[in-house]
């Protein structure tokens, strides 16, 4: 039986292999293209790559892989070392600080009482809010307002003490106009030091006190404090969360209220910083 013509083989490469060609063709146009468009600088990728490899190596001694042989090659038992030596770096780290820690109190003897230590934590903040106080002292000064701030410490706080006469008029609540330039500079110190909370304290004398907006000491010495509080807050950068204020009354007084000496010093409002420690 003689073949037909159409069943003999045809010259060339298969079909399949055509298309195979084009397929390639299209991609390395496509990342040729994508080359093209990048605007990558080898000289910082280079400086980039020298510097992660010679600070944050994650390898042990410039190896290629965690453990024995290639990443690649080992597979999935890598990753399991990988997850180990995550685990271990942040036990390290862990150690490393818990050790510096100790190396901080190795000096304090095993028979010191919690009493002692108190005394001594209280020694130290003494310290640091006596050079708090120094430094605002120093600051008021500058800003000619020493005089008309009283600055003082504890172990807690450091206090500035304003006159009430100087705020405000008397029996009210009302900043007086040139009391808000001398909050303004209290406020740029404020800014300076409080690093942790601020409380803004009134207080008053034991005269008693009788109106329709005020009907007592304790409501006076609330608005006073408030007053000073909302100024702050809108003239300054403190954070409103770090602020507190509170009305005392006559219960604190910082004198004797038999004088009138004596009541004009408990008629004032107390501004503290506290140690954030």
Request: charged share 25%; with cysteine.
């Amino acid at each position: 039986m003689a073949k037909r013509k159409g069943d003999e083989p045809q010259p060339g490469s298969p079909a399949w292999m055509a298309t195979f060609s084009d397929l390639m063709n299209l991609l390395l146009c496509f990342f040729v293209m994508l080359f093209a468009m990048s605007n990558m600088d080898e000289q910082k990728l280079h400086d980039m790559v020298a510097s992660m490899n010679n600070t944050i190596s994650i390898f042990d001694a410039g190896s290629t892989a965690i453990g024995d042989g290639i990443l690649i090659s080992n597979g999935m038992s890598q990753l399991n070392e990988l997850d180990q030596y995550i685990n271990s770096t942040g036990k390290t780290a862990d150690s490393e600080s818990q050790s510096q820690q100790m190396e901080q109190h190795e000096d304090i003897p095993d028979n010191v009482t919690a009493e002692q230590l108190q005394e001594a934590l209280d020694a130290l903040q003494v310290q640091e809010n006596e050079e708090t106080a120094e430094s605002v002292r120093e600051a008021l000064q500058e800003s000619s307002i020493g005089d008309q701030v009283d600055v003082n410490f504890t172990a807690q706080y450091v206090q500035l003490t304003m006159s009430g006469a100087l705020l405000f008029e008397s029996g009210d609540a009302q900043l007086k106009e040139d009391a808000k330039a001398v909050l303004d500079r209290v406020g740029t110190v404020l800014e300076r030091y409080a690093k942790g909370t601020v409380e803004i304290e009134g207080h008053t004398d034991n005269v008693p006190m009788s109106s329709a907006r005020y009907p007592s000491n304790e409501e006076l010495s609330s608005a006073r404090a408030l007053s000073v509080y909302y100024y702050l807050v809108d003239h300054t950068n403190l954070d409103p969360a770090d602020i507190q204020h509170a009305g005392m009354g006559d219960r604190h007084p910082a004198a004797s209220n038999d004088t009138p000496e004596g009541r004009r010093l408990n008629r004032r409002v107390e501004i503290r910083i506290y140690n954030p420690s």
